[in-house]
């Protein structure tokens, strides 16, 4: 697939990993979806605009915005775990002199933790990205220094430490903190 920041249709696209799936968005998500993201130890470590407390209809809004974001520059796509959406993952392509770049965030709900699942998503992801996205040249995540779960989940499946933009976010406990650029480069 190639783009020029137009729009990509990632509607039918469905990953399979070892232990979960990499899916779109359904309606019979949201229960999952506000009791897996309804949870501080998760949204302390992402942007404001990842609410909390996730309510009933900040996760009508998601669905309703994924499905309509199918033909789009961006994909986010549920992990799928025992046949629960427990988290999600997507990749935000760049536009104009951006177009080969594309960031990348992810989140999974606490009780799914420690169980290489986000390894497995993060390297899923990436793989697809690089395979479909023929213009892809470099795919990039900016944790929080204060998120060491995903610091070591980017440099277990590859990426490089970058830089570190000092003092650049505030969490929501108003902590000001450093954010860390980690990138993967197509060889």
């Given at each position: 697939?190639?783009?020029?920041?137009?729009?990509?249709?990632?509607?039918?696209?469905?990953?399979?990993?070892?232990?979960?799936?990499?899916?779109?968005?359904?309606?019979?998500?949201?229960?999952?979806?506000?009791?897996?993201?309804?949870?501080?130890?998760?949204?302390?470590?992402?942007?404001?605009?990842?609410?909390?407390?996730?309510?009933?209809?900040?996760?009508?809004?998601?669905i309703k915005m994924t499905a309509t974001s199918i033909f789009s520059t961006?994909?986010?796509?549920?992990?799928?775990?025992?046949?629960?959406?427990?988290?999600?993952?997507?990749?935000?392509?760049?536009?104009?002199?951006?177009?080969?770049?594309?960031?990348?965030?992810?989140?999974?709900?606490?009780?799914?933790?420690?169980?290489?699942?986000?390894?497995?998503?993060?390297?899923?992801?990436?793989?697809?990205?690089?395979?479909?996205?023929l213009q892809l040249q470099r795919l990039h995540a900016d944790p929080f220094?204060?998120?060491?779960?995903?610091?070591?989940?980017?440099?277990?499946?590859?990426?490089?430490f970058e830089g570190r933009l000092r003092k650049s976010v505030i969490n929501?406990?108003?902590?000001?903190?450093?954010?860390?650029?980690?990138?993967?480069?197509?060889?």
């Open positions: 697939m190639t783009y020029s920041s137009g729009k990509l249709d990632f509607s039918q696209v469905r990953l399979v990993g070892s232990n979960l799936i990499l899916r779109t968005w359904k309606l019979v998500d949201k229960h999952s979806l506000i009791e897996n993201a309804n949870n501080l130890n998760i949204s302390i470590n992402l942007r404001d605009q990842f609410p909390y407390p996730y309510t009933e209809k900040h996760a009508d809004e998601w961006n994909c986010y796509f549920a992990i799928e775990v025992e046949n629960k959406a427990v988290g999600g993952i997507g990749i935000m392509l760049g536009e104009d002199v951006h177009r080969c770049t594309a960031e990348f965030g992810y989140w999974l709900g606490e009780s799914y933790w420690n169980r290489g699942l986000m390894s497995e998503a993060v390297r899923l992801m990436k793989d697809y990205a690089f395979d479909s996205l220094s204060s998120n060491i779960a995903s610091v070591k989940v980017l440099e277990k499946v590859g990426f490089q929501r406990n108003g902590e000001i903190l450093d954010q860390l650029v980690y990138s993967f480069i197509r060889e």
